[in-house]
């Protein structure tokens, strides 16, 4: 799972398209962004992934990481388990 495939993923499991921005900051979703380097990480390590809810403007909830894969399986696990914890999904009968 990366970046380019993660809203496929978070279709199948009913995630509201409106609920997550990937590469842009935006009120009332989850953000998924890679970051510069911001100078302190090794640069052999690559880019910098960043997770979080934003809101008016507010970072919560905020995770960093230096994989992108790392990132999106974050991501995907937060918002699978509120589809899990809302009912939305589940063990089929």
Do not use: K
């Not at 978070?10 to 953000?31: F, K, Q, R």
């Not at 640069?43 to 230096?66: H, I, K, L, M, N």
């Amino acid at each position: 799972m990366n970046s380019e495939s993660i809203t496929r993923w978070l279709d199948a499991v009913g995630v509201p398209h409106e609920v997550v921005s990937i590469g842009a900051e935006a009120d009332n979703t989850w953000c998924l962004l890679r970051c510069p380097d911001d100078g302190e990480a090794d640069p052999d390590d690559g880019p910098v992934w960043e997770v979080f809810w934003r809101e008016q403007g507010t970072r919560y909830d905020w995770a960093r990481f230096s994989n992108e894969q790392v990132a999106c399986h974050y991501l995907f696990g937060r918002l699978a388990w509120a589809q899990v914890a809302r009912g939305a999904v589940g063990v089929l009968p």
